[in-house]
Structures are given as structure tokens and as C-alpha cells.
């Protein structure tokens, strides 16, 4: 039997829900929030995981989230929609989620569905802290959940990188090389010098501290398949938003667009990766559209996720169906259109290049004097130098995305399609997960 508009209404399904979200404050947790409050008026609650800061009130931190642009165009319309947002305070990277006993009762009582958004997403972060916050604080979500008594749905949010040495990776579930049980317990007992020694050796396949964890934070998931209901949603490389709100919303320079940044600032001129690689993305909006549409289908009809088998995890991988652009496209891009740089201390130009030599010299020859003339001269003015340190980020930077930088990684994303086709005629348009193919990734 075909899947066709046998989903309810998102709104609907939310209407008088409970929700509980972790990473409320990053970048996707925001998109979130305000696409939830938006969308789905009638939700009752959301509960926000953050972290307690000494002298800062709850009121003070849930004005941070909502000071941004992001928000603008909702409180503008509807400002009473803060008051469906509560703060719980707490940790990721603590036991029981650092929640208090009034707190975690609230949660145990009330809430139907879990967005697990929270992640260090550093590539560098030491072993020790990436397994306490991505592994250790998503096995203290599941525990949190197991005890829900109206839980609906927990959904996980990873990456599509998190088994690069899959062929192609599909919408399964993948088996890490360690145990996460055993690399909790090191993180706990161990200590962490040693366990930098020998992060390199426990790394194996894996290119960071970051998939790694996130790889084995997938394996906790799919261990509680059978006691709680449960998903793990795969963005590819999450850029910035196509629509929603409004287009080009981004609060970071993580990933490429620091680079492209550097290059239209006229700052950075040699980028090390392949001409040729394509990276997978997914504007922001787009993600979080299909986040919340997998977490409803997986509650309320969770053969359109869980197929081919039911007694299988379900895994939602999520990248932009429209013709990629190379690292050589989005150069030329840059090329022809240098007057979107604003104020370049240097005519923008970039050389990208697979030599790592080249790519070496280059940055030492022809960036680092020009970096170290211009801090002079900010001495000189009696301000502080910035640009060496600025290309030693830049650097280390271009160094840690290397790996995906100069090959490239297929994904299989047919499920998608399923959760379109069985979703109401009118979430189509609101919870839209198709993309237009004039989206441009720089």
C-alpha cells in the first residue's frame, strides 16, 4: 500500500504538546525554537536546557535567545509567544543533565516530545570533553526519557559525517568501532592527559573528536529502539537559511563560510581543498522543516520512517536535492562578485589548491608578512594586533575541515521523499523539505 497524507496535521499533533529541546542556544536550537512557535501556535510548552550562569536571571538568557534577528518578524506579530518558553536549568555534560529534582519531575510528567540538539561541535575539543557533552550527555537524554510517561518521540540530531567510511552513507544504523559504555567510563576514570596521548590510536577511521562521539552517541540511540520511541536525524553541512525567517540567516562562521568570509575580507588567499569536491549541505530552515516532520512521523506513523524493516532504527539522512557546487564553481563565484566585500583590507583573491606545500608556502609567503605589517601599523596606532592571530585561526581552521574539504562523501536520502508524500496536503507548503536549486552555498 502506498504512503499518502497518512500523517496528521504538524499543528495539529503539537497542539497542547509539551516539548523539551537541548542546544535551545546554538544555532539550529533557535531555528528551531522559532519555527515551532511560528508553525505550531497551539504547542503548550517548550522547555529550553540551559546552562545556570551566576549572576545571570533565567529572564536574562531567555532574552539573549530571543534578541537576535532570528526572532524579529514572530514577537513582532505575536510577542506573546514567550510565554510558552520556560528554562530548565542544567548541563548536557553533567549527570542527570544537571536538572533539578523540581525541574526533572516536570519533565518526566509533561513532556511528549524530545529534540536533542545540544553538541559541541568543535573538531579539536579535547577526547574527554566531546564524549561527556555528545556521548555521556545523550545517554542522560535517554535515561531523561525512559521515564516520560507520555513520551512520544525522541529525536537525535547528528551529522551525515559521522561514518565516513561508508561507500555511501545510508538510513541505518552503523555500528562504531568502540563501545560507548567503555568510552564513558574511560572519559570518567581516566585521565585526560592520557587520554590525549592516546586520542590518535582511539580515533581509528574517524577524522575527530567530533564524529566520533557523534558516532557513538548513534549507537546509544540505537540501543533504546526498543524501550522508548526514538529517531536520529542526519543533516548534511547546515548553512544558511534559503527562507525562513528571511533568507541568509547564520550566527557563525563554523564551516565553510569562515573561509569564504576570510576570502571576501581579502584576508585569507590560500585555501587547501579539491577543485573538484562538492560538499552536501542543507540550509537551516530546510533541516529544521524536516526535523520536526521525521519527529511527527515517527510519532504518529512510524512505518514511513522504520521501513524497510520495522524492527529497525529509524535514521533520516537530510542533504539539499539541487546541483552542488564545486569548490571551483564557488571560487568563480567569489571572483565575479568581489563587491560583496565589505570593507577588504585586501583585494579579495583565492587560490585553491590540493598541493598541501603550495597551500603552506602560499599562507606563509604571501599572508603571514602582509598579517604581520598590518599588526605592526595597529601597534603603531596604539590598537591591538589581531591579523596573525586571525591567520593562525584561519589556518587551523582550513586544516580540520581538510577531510571533508578534499573528498567527497554520497548519502542516501530517499526516506525523505516518504515523509513528503505521506504528510498533509497542507504541511507540504509549511513544513516544505524540498529546496530551491538556484539556492547558492557561498
Same mark, same amino acid.
Given at each position: 500500500?502506498?504512503?499518502?497524507?497518512?500523517?496528521?496535521?504538524?499543528?495539529?499533533?503539537?497542539?497542547?504538546?509539551?516539548?523539551?529541546?537541548?542546544?535551545?542556544?546554538?544555532?539550529?536550537?533557535?531555528?528551531?525554537?522559532?519555527?515551532?512557535?511560528?508553525?505550531?501556535?497551539?504547542?503548550?510548552?517548550?522547555?529550553?536546557?540551559?546552562?545556570?550562569?551566576?549572576?545571570?536571571?533565567?529572564?536574562?538568557? %531567555? +532574552?539573549?535567545? !530571543? &534578541?537576535?534577528?532570528?526572532?524579529?518578524? /514572530? #514577537?513582532?506579530?505575536?510577542?506573546? =509567544?514567550?510565554?510558552?518558553?520556560?528554562?530548565?536549568?542544567?548541563?548536557?555534560?553533567? %549527570? +542527570?543533565?544537571? !536538572? &533539578?529534582?523540581?525541574?526533572?519531575?516536570? /519533565? #518526566?510528567?509533561?513532556?511528549?516530545? =524530545?529534540?536533542?540538539?545540544?553538541?559541541?561541535?568543535?573538531?579539536?575539543?579535547?577526547?574527554?570533553?566531546?564524549? !561527556?557533552?555528545?556521548?555521556?550527555?545523550?545517554?542522560?537524554?535517554?535515561?531523561?526519557?525512559?521515564?516520560?510517561?507520555?513520551?512520544?518521540?525522541?529525536?537525535?540530531?547528528?551529522?551525515?559525517?559521522?561514518?565516513?567510511?561508508?561507500?555511501?552513507?545510508?538510513?541505518?544504523?552503523?555500528?562504531?568501532?568502540?563501545?560507548?559504555?567503555?568510552?564513558?567510563?574511560?572519559?570518567?576514570?581516566?585521565?585526560?592527559?592520557?587520554?590525549?596521548?592516546?586520542?590518535?590510536?582511539?580515533?581509528?577511521?574517524?577524522?575527530?573528536?567530533?564524529?566520533?562521539?557523534?558516532?557513538?552517541?548513534?549507537?546509544?540511540?540505537?540501543?533504546?529502539?526498543?524501550?522508548?520511541?526514538?529517531?536520529?536525524?542526519?543533516?548534511?553541512?547546515?548553512?544558511?537559511?534559503?527562507?525562513?525567517?528571511?533568507?541568509?540567516?547564520?550566527?557563525?562562521?563554523?564551516?565553510?563560510?569562515?573561509?569564504?568570509?576570510?576570502?571576501?575580507?581579502?584576508?585569507?588567499?590560500?585555501?587547501?581543498?579539491?577543485?573538484?569536491?562538492?560538499?552536501?549541505?542543507?540550509?537551516?530552515?530546510?533541516?529544521?522543516?524536516?526535523?520536526?516532520?521525521?519527529?511527527?512521523?515517527?510519532?504518529?506513523?512510524?512505518?514511513?520512517?522504520?521501513?524497510?524493516?520495522?524492527?529497525?532504527?529509524?535514521?533520516?539522512?537530510?542533504?539539499?536535492?539541487?546541483?552542488?557546487?564545486?569548490?571551483?564553481?564557488?571560487?568563480?563565484?567569489?571572483?565575479?562578485?568581489?563587491?560583496?566585500?565589505?570593507?577588504?583590507?585586501?583585494?579579495?583573491?583565492?587560490?585553491?589548491?590540493?598541493?598541501?606545500?603550495?597551500?603552506?608556502?602560499?599562507?606563509?609567503?604571501?599572508?603571514?608578512?602582509?598579517?604581520?605589517?598590518?599588526?605592526?601599523?595597529?601597534?603603531?596606532?596604539?590598537?591591538?594586533?589581531?591579523?596573525?592571530?586571525?591567520?593562525?585561526?584561519?589556518?587551523?581552521?582550513?586544516?580540520?575541515?581538510?577531510?571533508?574539504?578534499?573528498?567527497?562523501?554520497?548519502?542516501?536520502?530517499?526516506?525523505?521523499?516518504?515523509?513528503?508524500?505521506?504528510?498533509?496536503?497542507?504541511?507540504?507548503?509549511?513544513?516544505?523539505?524540498?529546496?530551491?536549486?538556484?539556492?547558492?552555498?557561498?
Amino acid at each position: 500500500m502506498g504512503i499518502t497524507e497518512n500523517m496528521p496535521r504538524i499543528p495539529e499533533e503539537l497542539s497542547g504538546k509539551h516539548i523539551f529541546v537541548t542546544g535551545a542556544s546554538g544555532f539550529m536550537g533557535k531555528v528551531l525554537l522559532q519555527k515551532l512557535l511560528r508553525s505550531c501556535p497551539e504547542v503548550c510548552c517548550i522547555y529550553l536546557l540551559m546552562r545556570p550562569k551566576r549572576g545571570v536571571s533565567e529572564a536574562e538568557r %531567555l +532574552r539573549a535567545i !530571543l &534578541s537576535v534577528p532570528l526572532f524579529e518578524p /514572530l #514577537l513582532s506579530e505575536h510577542p506573546e =509567544v514567550v510565554s510558552k518558553l520556560r528554562i530548565v536549568s542544567g548541563d548536557c555534560s553533567e %549527570l +542527570r543533565l544537571g !536538572l &533539578s529534582a523540581e525541574d526533572e519531575d516536570l /519533565l #518526566l510528567r509533561n513532556v511528549s516530545y =524530545v529534540f536533542h540538539v545540544a553538541a559541541t561541535v568543535r573538531f579539536d575539543d579535547p577526547l574527554h570533553d566531546a564524549i !561527556l557533552i555528545n556521548t555521556r550527555g545523550t545517554r542522560e537524554v535517554v535515561e531523561l526519557s525512559k521515564k516520560m510517561t507520555k513520551l512520544q518521540v525522541l529525536e537525535y540530531v547528528s551529522t551525515t559525517y559521522t561514518f565516513t567510511n561508508e561507500p555511501v552513507l545510508g538510513e541505518c544504523h552503523y555500528a562504531a568501532h568502540l563501545d560507548w559504555k567503555t568510552m564513558i567510563k574511560l572519559a570518567e576514570t581516566a585521565d585526560q592527559y592520557s587520554l590525549f596521548a592516546v586520542t590518535k590510536k582511539l580515533l581509528g577511521f574517524q577524522p575527530n573528536t567530533y564524529t566520533l562521539t557523534k558516532a557513538l552517541a548513534e549507537n546509544i540511540i540505537n540501543d533504546a529502539r526498543h524501550d522508548i520511541p526514538v529517531i536520529i536525524f542526519r543533516p548534511a553541512v547546515v548553512l544558511s537559511s534559503v527562507k525562513e525567517p528571511f533568507p541568509g540567516w547564520l550566527d557563525n562562521f563554523n564551516g565553510p563560510y569562515g573561509i569564504w568570509a576570510g576570502s571576501l575580507k581579502g584576508v585569507l588567499r590560500y585555501i587547501y581543498a579539491d577543485n573538484d569536491v562538492a560538499l552536501s549541505f542543507t540550509p537551516v530552515d530546510w533541516a529544521i522543516r524536516g526535523m520536526i516532520a521525521c519527529a511527527v512521523a515517527r510519532a504518529t506513523n512510524p512505518q514511513v520512517v522504520r521501513r524497510p524493516d520495522p524492527q529497525h532504527l529509524a535514521v533520516m539522512n537530510m542533504c539539499g536535492d539541487f546541483v552542488k557546487n564545486t569548490f571551483r564553481d564557488q571560487a568563480q563565484y567569489l571572483r565575479e562578485n568581489t563587491e560583496l566585500a565589505a570593507y577588504p583590507i585586501r583585494y579579495p583573491s583565492v587560490v585553491i589548491t590540493r598541493c598541501y606545500p603550495y597551500f603552506w608556502l602560499g599562507t606563509v609567503l604571501t599572508q603571514l608578512p602582509y598579517g604581520l605589517a598590518l599588526d605592526i601599523l595597529l601597534r603603531l596606532a596604539g590598537q591591538k594586533p589581531r591579523l596573525i592571530s586571525t591567520y593562525r585561526k584561519i589556518f587551523q581552521a582550513n586544516n580540520a575541515l581538510s577531510y571533508f574539504m578534499t573528498k567527497e562523501f554520497p548519502i542516501a536520502t530517499g526516506k525523505m521523499h516518504d515523509v513528503h508524500k505521506a504528510m498533509h496536503p497542507h504541511d507540504r507548503e509549511l513544513f516544505e523539505i524540498t529546496v530551491d536549486t538556484n539556492y547558492v552555498s557561498i
